[in-house]
């Protein structure tokens, strides 16, 4: 999870984490406000705040991909591996 995060939410979240070894570090963030729970965005529900956000991401819900022994739930990893995004 933390040597190799395949979700961007949980990339993402890493980023954010601050570094008391480096000080003048810029932390990362989130973008946006997490998704209503009631009435979730259709397609995955991050992607109204992923930087790799696809088509496919907007219209439907990924399932569970396999991936080098883990397992993520992003249509990024339709091939069993990190596709190009754009």
């Excluded at 930087?51 to 819900?61: A, D, L, N, S, T």
């Amino acid at each position: 999870l933390y040597d190799s995060p395949k979700h961007p939410y949980t990339e993402a979240l890493l980023h954010s984490i601050p570094n008391t070894i480096i000080s003048d570090m810029n932390l990362s963030f989130i973008p946006g406000s997490p998704p209503n729970l009631i009435a979730p965005p259709k397609g995955c529900r991050f992607h109204p705040r992923c930087g790799k956000v696809k088509k496919i991401c907007r219209e439907k819900e990924p399932p569970i991909f396999n991936v080098d022994g883990a397992r993520v739930k992003c249509w990024l990893y339709a091939n069993g591996s990190e596709a190009k995004h754009g």
